[in-house]
């Protein structure tokens, strides 16, 4: 587990930090820049369609021939997704650079994140799962692309290299660096070499479709989950512009940083806690420290990201600072924190359904709250609208949170 984390934070870090210093260097056309990643990393979830999570928490290990037809399809299936997605998120990202007179060269940039982004959450998920030690040994490779993505970023600051090469040079190191070490463990497992034949063996349509079948609770979560969780970039440029949009830009690509953090920490997780479910004993241990670092994690990276305000806006030169807007968003990091630990442990118990149950009620909430805050408090009202949508789902989740571990020890007592 820890490697797993280490490695993780490597690549989102180094990422998350290349990020705001290509904004930085971009200087006015950073916003353009932070939108178009937003966009990306919504389209990701939605094409992602929970597959990666399916992995994590071991959903995919089946029997027989079954399992054949599962491993073997479900690369195609990640692999028609990214083709699709990749088309969709250059097309959105266009239409937004025509619309905001945005360098056109964004959606190529935007194209190749996603593809990137796409590749490496397949493959860690599967080094994560299936390879023991796996990802331990991308931790090496991924020191190594984000210290050749600083040179570069030094060498682009100063007009040696361009700029755009920046911007996707480290997402596909670290994709071909995690490529190649599962390439090298499953050279190592006879099974994945058995496995690997049958790959060869042609396209299955109908275990295709069972791949869709299989993945669809968590698949369809994401969706629902992702039309109000990562829809408030897109929302908040339709409505507002200048101070405040990049007010909104930047403090949410902060507050994405503790989010990445602990959701790591989180997803890790998962494959833990879905094998202690035979022992509620060991389970009920591992949910208390669980549930006391999600509140903990929450509550004091909502803080953290109020007290560096002052140092941020003099950083990026924002001006105009709202503190009611900087206020919400802060709020709703420390809410979206704890609600990431409470659905890790419910893909971790397989409930899916439960999940369906919450991200349905919260897209019926938010179809109604963000259209009104919008038309009210245009770039405040879309926040303080997410801020009480993300309360709702936490009370869900915690009603949901007492009522498996209540039923689980009744079941263990029985």
């Avoid at 440029?237 to 507050?255: D, F, K």
């Avoid at 419910?346 to 909430?365: F, K, P, T, Y």
């Avoid at 009480?388 to 263990?412: D, E, I, P, T």
Wanted: proline share 2%.
């Amino acid at each position: 587990m820890i490697s797993s984390t280490i490695s993780r934070l490597i690549f989102f870090g180094g990422r998350y930090l290349s990020l705001l210093f290509v904004a930085k260097i971009l200087g006015p056309d950073g916003t353009g820049f932070l939108l178009a990643i937003a966009i990306v990393e919504f389209f990701r979830i939605v094409f992602d369609y929970g597959l990666e999570n399916s992995v994590l928490a071991r959903s995919h290990q089946q029997k027989g021939g079954e399992a054949r037809k599962f491993l073997r399809n479900k690369g195609v299936f990640r692999l028609l997704a990214t083709l699709i997605g990749q088309v969709v998120t250059t097309g959105v990202v266009a239409l937004l650079c025509l619309k905001n007179d945005a360098p056109i060269a964004l959606p190529l940039i935007a194209s190749l994140q996603f593809t990137c982004l796409m590749g490496f959450g397949y493959f860690q998920a599967h080094l994560q799962t299936d390879h023991a030690g796996g990802m331990a040994t991308l931790i090496r490779p991924l020191v190594f692309a984000v210290l050749m993505q600083g040179v570069l970023l030094v060498f682009a600051y100063h007009e040696i290299v361009p700029i755009w090469l920046g911007t996707i040079f480290f997402e596909t190191m670290a994709l071909i660096a995690c490529a190649l070490v599962v390439r090298q463990f499953r050279r190592q497992s006879v099974s994945h070499v058995a496995t690997a034949r049958v790959f060869t063996s042609g396209f299955d349509l109908a275990a295709l479709r069972n791949v869709f079948i299989h993945i669809a609770p968590l698949g369809n979560v994401a969706l629902i989950g992702v039309a109000y969780t990562h829809f408030d970039a897109l929302a908040v440029s339709w409505v507002t512009g200048g101070a405040l949009l990049a007010q909104y830009l930047i403090y949410q690509r902060l507050a994405s940083a503790p989010l990445m953090f602990f959701s790591t920490v989180a997803s890790v997780n998962i494959a833990r806690l879905s094998e202690a479910r035979a022992s509620m004993e060991e389970l009920s241990r591992k949910l208390i420290r669980f549930r006391g670092l999600a509140y903990t994690a929450g509550a004091a990276s909502g803080a953290t990201l109020a007290v560096i305000s002052p140092w941020v806006s003099s950083f990026f030169q924002l001006k105009d600072i709202s503190p009611i807007l900087l206020g919400l968003q802060c709020l709703m990091l420390a809410i979206q924190i704890s609600n990431g630990f409470h659905a890790a442990f419910l893909i971790a118990l397989h409930e899916s359904v439960q999940l369906w149950g919450v991200a349905r009620n919260n897209s019926l909430l938010a179809a109604v709250l963000i259209p009104l805050g919008a038309w009210r408090l245009e770039a405040v009202g879309i926040a303080l609208a997410l801020c009480m949508v993300n309360l709702f789902c936490a009370a869900q989740y915690f009603r949901l949170f007492h009522k498996s571990v209540f039923f689980g020890r009744r079941h263990a007592e029985q």
